[in-house]
Nanobody, 126 residues
Framework: QVHLEESGGGSVQAGGSLKLSCTAP????????MGWVRQVPGKEREVVAA?????????ADSVKGRFTISKDNAKNTLYLYLQMNSLKPEDSAMYYC??????????????????WGHGTQVTVSS
């Protein structure tokens, strides 16, 4: 069982920045994919950024150049981050931390993630 917990969401004006964090205590898998997935009410979930156990990354076209995904390991805990810069109102959504088996990160989809956090809300005002 993998437990994922997000933090760092909030409200910000357009052009501002936020950094999302996700902790996965006791995460001991050697080969995995992790990512940030967002959802707006009434729309399907969208993979915003993903990273695999080797550090390869991928981004949705809508966030390339503005968002950066990264990870770190310390004391048997995996940390996942999403630095979001130059935020736009269309970035407003619930952001979920997700994890799953290792797949080609550039082809990853929502269906590839088997573990999910509860989400953290990001609201960007114009």
């Amino acid at each position: 069982q993998v437990h994922l917990e997000e933090s760092g969401g909030g409200s910000v004006q357009a052009g501002g920045s936020l950094k999302l964090s996700c902790t996965a205590p006791g995460f001991t898998y050697s080969n995995y994919s992790m990512g940030w997935v967002r959802q707006v009410p009434g729309k399907e979930r969208e993979v915003v950024a993903a990273i695999d156990s080797d550090g390869a990354t991928s981004y949705a076209d809508s966030v390339k150049g503005r968002f950066t995904i990264s990870k770190d390991n310390a004391k048997n805990t995996l940390y996942l981050y999403l630095q979001m810069n130059s935020l736009k109102p269309e970035d407003s959504a619930m952001y979920y931390c997700a994890a799953g088996s290792l797949v080609v990160v550039t082809a990853i989809t929502v269906a590839d993630f088997g573990w999910w956090g509860h989400g953290t809300q990001v609201t960007v005002s114009s």
